[in-house]
């Protein structure tokens, strides 16, 4: 069975900065791309961020330049790394992972979600 554990949100002033975990426990043969979204009260889950298996990088334009996203395949743990955040930042953020199983199935996975808050 595998599960993503989240960790590293909380409230920070605007300006601030936060480093999000996402660390995949039980076996797995690979790990795919892996990924952050978020979603505001009220608002549709959003993409921030995906890495892939070859380190490529995609952002979107509101995270662009403040945030970096990267990877630790031995720790099966993906990172975010939030400089400059901005009040418009507050949001739930949830990791997903797409993982490829020794039967070769690959399903996409997701956190349960930390809560970023950043105050104005």
């Known amino acids: 069975q595998v599960q993503l554990v989240e960790s590293g949100g909380g409230l920070v002033q605007a300006g601030g900065s936060l480093r999000l975990s996402c660390a995949a426990s039980?076996?797995?043969?690979?790990?795919?791309?892996m990924g952050w979204y978020r979603q505001a009260p009220g608002q549709h889950r959003e993409l921030v961020a995906t890495?892939?298996?070859?380190?490529?990088?995609n952002y979107s334009d509101s995270v662009k330049g403040r945030f970096t996203i990267y990877r630790d395949n031995a720790k099966k743990t993906v990172y975010l790394q939030m400089n400059s955040l901005k009040a418009e930042d507050t949001a739930v953020y949830y990791c997903?992972?797409?993982?490829?199983?020794?039967?070769?199935?690959?399903?996409?996975?997701w956190g349960q979600g930390t809560q970023v808050t950043v105050s104005s």
């Open positions: 997903t992972m797409g993982i490829t199983s020794y039967s070769y199935t690959t399903n996409n996975y």
């Open positions: 039980g076996i797995t043969f690979r790990i795919n791309v």
């Open positions: 890495i892939t298996s070859g380190s490529s990088t």
